[in-house]
């Protein structure tokens, strides 16, 4: 994969797709400007280098419609301040006043462009759309991890028609942390693994059990990996399809010398809500008709003790429904555990991100992905078309 840094960019149209997608309130005020910040550095570097800098990004879900609401603009006021430097900003990310726009950049302009999404043909990785991005520049570069395990224009499909194409600085950062917490780990390796579905994991269990020397279970999908071991789980969120497929992943992991770990004691509810009743009970003496919200304790510091153990550590998942403050403890102790470990530490994005956040120990890990679909994609033993459609 090309950097940035290998190629010439002094006087030429430098296209960075970016990772604009920032939450925003009613009144359309940003409400976490991370996104924004992680792109600051490759900006001043490509504005050091004389280069004429044109920014695209997708927000929201608009489906292919103009919507106010999903506009890029409150993102270039933002962008403007943080840079202390005017950007501009184009009503559309194609057409010709777009082109006259980049055609009259002077060397270290910066241009942002609307929402990508406000045309279908994003989504859909349209040849066309694709070529008309790609008349816009000299130079692609992908500084957008989060979105580079989807096949869409902006993403794979302007780098089929751009002479040079390179990863920015954030997508490399990103793929070093994963080669260096997966693929060439201090160790031992162990992973948290944790979320309300096995089914939206199971592709990164199995693989991940190829790599690691303990895996750690948590979240709802505890509970059908407890059932595959014939624990009545009561009222707890189960996938009864995949009670043999969960059982099959327990199986190998003892086949591979993998230490297996599963909640011995969780917390319990009568009804899934923030004010239910709450008991923490080990996992064969769950009430009649009550759910598991989180993991006990005795678990919690059980997995605490693992991750002291560990050289390198691979958080994906929270341990329970930590949006709720009852069943916060479990994910916290966790985050807590990784937070003091001397351990290489890389968390997933998302709900990771945010429980690292709640749990204020984003800053206290090595790494906090930028994208969890992106980072479950590598978890899964998959290449990302983003950083394929760069080779």
């Known amino acids: 994969m090309k950097s940035v840094r290998d190629i010439e960019v002094t006087s030429k149209k430098v296209f960075v797709r970016v990772d604009y997608n920032v939450p925003v309130d009613e009144e359309l005020n940003i409400t976490d400007d991370n996104r924004i910040l992680e792109t600051l550095d490759l900006i001043r570097y490509l504005v050091e280098q004389h280069a004429k800098i044109i920014l695209a990004s997708h927000m929201g879900r608009p489906k292919g419609k103009r919507d106010p609401k999903f506009s890029l603009a409150t993102v270039c006021k933002r ?15 194609i057409g010709d006043e777009v082109a006259k726009m980049v055609s009259q950049l002077n060397d270290g302009q910066i241009l942002l462009l609307e929402n990508l999404r406000f045309h279908g043909q994003e989504e859909k990785n ?39 194409s390179a990863a920015g600085f954030l997508l490399e950062k990103e793929m070093q942390a994963y080669h260096d917490s997966v693929e060439n780990p201090k160790r031992p390796l162990v992973a948290i693994i944790g979320g309300a579905k096995v089914s939206s994991k199971l592709d990164a269990l199995e693989n991940m059990l190829k790599f690691v020397d303990k895996m750690i279970i948590g979240g709802a999908m505890a509970n059908t ?27 190998t992991a003892a086949e591979k010398g993998v230490a297996f770990l599963l909640p011995e004691d969780l917390v319990c509810a009568d009804k899934f809500d ?70 290489f530490s890389i968390v997933g994005g998302g709900d990771t991100g945010l429980a690292a956040k709640k749990c204020n120990v984003a800053d206290k890990v090595s790494y906090v992905s930028t994208g969890g679909g992106a980072f479950l994609h590598l978890m899964e033993g998959k290449k990302l078309p983003g950083v394929v459609a760069l080779e």
């Open 79 to 93: 962008l403007s301040q943080l840079l202390d430097k005017p950007v501009l900003f184009a009503d559309d990310c």
């Open 126 to 164: 349209d040849d066309i759309f694709s070529k008309k991005l790609a008349a816009l520049c000299d130079v692609y570069v992908n500084d957008a991890f989060a979105v580079s395990h989807r096949n869409q224009a902006s993403v794979t499909g302007v780098p089929r028609f751009v002479k040079e």
């Open 225 to 251: 990996f407890l059932k595959s071991q014939g624990v009545d789980t009561k009222g707890s969120m189960i996938e009864e399809d995949l009670l043999d497929t969960a059982a099959g992943i327990v199986q």
């Open 274 to 343: 923030k004010d239910a009743q709450v008991k923490e009970v080990l996992v064969d003496q769950i009430p009649d008709q009550w759910m598991a919200l989180d993991i006990g304790p005795k678990t919690a510091l059980r997995y605490a003790k693992a991750i002291e153990e560990a050289g390198t550590v691979v958080w994906n998942g929270p341990m329970g429904v930590f949006e709720m403050g009852k069943f916060i403890s479990g994910t916290r102790i966790v985050a807590e555990a990784i937070a003091a470990s001397f351990a």
